[in-house]
């Protein structure tokens, strides 16, 4: 059964492109504010990088502002993160949750996203 299921990561170049997708299940996202948390390095606390709202508004943390583009599909339950001019501080593993994470039931794999010259 899907809960939270991140997929699309891998190593990326500075300035390449990733697109990483969240499938979640239908009482997780009917709703709710999704986002993508970023952790690095393993251990540290997740931290919110974008935002997407039940009404489709966005939010964007400062440092990948004008960067990623979040947008979600309520149809097919899914959330996407596109990663434009990746640098390397976005080197991390990506999840996908509720926003806010003390709402939801838990976390998923999570994504890894690796960023090299």
């Known amino acids: 059964q899907v809960q939270l299921v991140e997929s699309g990561g891998g190593l990326v170049h500075p300035g390449g492109s990733l697109t990483l997708s969240c499938a979640l299940s239908?009482?997780?996202?009917?709703?709710?504010?999704i986002g993508w948390y970023r952790q690095a390095p393993p251990g540290k606390e997740r931290e919110l990088v974008a935002?997407?709202?039940?009404?489709?508004?966005?939010i964007y943390e400062d440092s990948v502002k004008g960067r990623f583009t979040i947008s979600r599909d309520d149809s097919a339950n899914t959330v996407q993160l596109l990663m434009d001019y990746v640098q390397v501080e976005d080197t991390g593993t990506y999840y996908c949750?509720?926003?806010?994470?003390?709402?939801?039931?838990?976390w998923g794999q999570g994504t890894q996203v690796h960023v090299y010259s």
């Open positions: 949750n509720v926003v806010p994470s003390s709402l939801g039931t838990g």
């Open positions: 239908q009482n997780i996202m009917s709703g709710n504010a």
């Open positions: 935002r997407v709202m039940a009404y489709g508004m966005t």
